[in-house]
């Protein structure tokens, strides 16, 4: 291959970052053993974010996006990769310090690469991504602090989301009572669809006057947006509950007491999926393909074309998207 499609960040001169379609050669891929044709790629907040310069993402300008990827090796230094092995690469520096996912060929360091695990094609595990990795981590963080479904319900923010759907399905399908907490009034059926036994509109609490320490409603809580709604969330944790914080689509901030940590055990556990290193990277992905598959990947998946990428990232910023956007790089 000459030359390959991509879409790279650059700086502007007053210093934001914006996006662009481009082709690069060989040559200027980043260092690394493996050398993959990328098939499919997918759209996280976080990819919205570094693309737009709504958030300062990328860290080493220029740098082609895309936080995920997954295809087929064409060379690998690492004994553990051979051409035509399936793989998928995620996290770390990719798409932030290193090239990324939205480009026909990328070069990784072996040790951000996992095989392709039985039971996922390379557009399922990209249906899967950040988003399907980070949901796992979350659930399994939250299991091996005591979660089980007899605890009682899971309520999951931000849940018409990539995580958050996924999480959904996930939950569910492990036998527990599942509250989706969404902002759209238009997407019940939806939830539903994924698993949710109840589902509950942002509008209808009341933000502002959130105290200290409510009812315990909540088992667990699956967290994807921060802000008042996680403080309102820990209010009504039930005693040794487990939250699984994961994003911050609302907000950064969190304003809140120390009431349920030192008056009902609550444990807020934070969920990192992009340094979660080796075996556990390995073993929550045999899990996305064995036990914590969700059931409706194809119905909480679209896919695009690379050429339809730069017009998608404005609707993750608004907050309107559902579900989860596979790019369709070369497949
Ligand atoms: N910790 C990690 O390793 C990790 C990994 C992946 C993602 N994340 C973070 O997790 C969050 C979710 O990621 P994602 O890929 O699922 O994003 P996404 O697909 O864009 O979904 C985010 C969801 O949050 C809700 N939301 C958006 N803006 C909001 C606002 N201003 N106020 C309240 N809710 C809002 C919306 O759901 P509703 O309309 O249904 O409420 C939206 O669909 C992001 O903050 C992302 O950066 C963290």
Redesign the pocket.
């Known amino acids: 291959m000459t030359s390959f499609k991509a879409y790279q960040i650059e700086q502007d001169d007053s210093g934001k970052a914006f996006g662009h379609m481009t082709r690069l050669t060989p040559d200027q891929l980043d260092e690394g053993e493996v050398t993959i044709r990328v098939h499919y790629s997918s759209v996280?907040?976080?990819d919205?974010l570094a693309a737009t310069g709504k958030g300062k993402i990328i860290r080493r300008f220029p740098c082609v996006g895309g936080i995920d990827m997954a295809g087929e090796v064409t060379e690998s230094a690492d004994p553990r990769f051979k051409p035509g092995d399936k793989v998928i690469a995620t996290s770390f520096d990719i798409g932030v310090a290193h090239h990324g996912g939205y480009a026909e060929l990328a070069r990784v360091p072996g040790r951000w690469v996992v095989p392709l695990p039985a039971g996922l094609d390379l557009q399922a595990a990209m249906a899967l991504g950040?988003?399907g990795f980070?949901a796992a981590l979350g659930i399994v963080r939250m299991e091996d602090n005591g979660l089980a479904p007899e605890n009682g319900p899971v309520v999951v923010?931000?849940?018409?989301?990539?995580?958050?759907g996924l999480a959904i399905d996930m939950l569910s399908q492990r036998g527990y009572h599942v509250v989706a907490?969404?902002?759209?009034d238009t997407?019940e059926d939806y939830l539903r669809m994924l698993g949710a036994a109840e589902v509950k509109l942002?509008s209808t609490i009341d933000l502002e006057k959130v105290r200290a320490l409510d009812t315990g409603i909540w088992a667990g809580a699956v967290d994807?947006?921060g802000g008042p709604?996680l403080h309102w969330v820990l209010a009504h944790m039930k005693q040794a509950g487990t939250v699984a914080s994961?994003?911050?689509?609302?907000s950064f901030k969190l304003d809140t007491t120390v009431f349920p940590f030192i008056l009902r055990g609550v444990s807020l556990l934070g969920?990192?999926?992009?340094y979660m290193g080796f075996p556990t990277r390995q073993r929550v992905w045999d899990r996305l393909a064995t036990d914590l598959k969700p059931r409706h990947l194809a119905e909480v998946t679209r896919v695009i074309d690379f050429d339809a990428l730069p017009g998608c990232f404005d609707d993750?910023i608004g907050?309107r998207?559902?579900g989860r956007t596979v790019v369709k790089i070369a497949a």
């Open positions: 996280n907040y976080k919205a950040t988003a980070t923010t931000g849940a018409t989301g990539g995580v958050g907490l969404t902002g759209k997407e942002t994807n947006v709604i994961i994003g911050n689509a609302a969920v990192d999926s992009g993750f907050g998207v559902k």
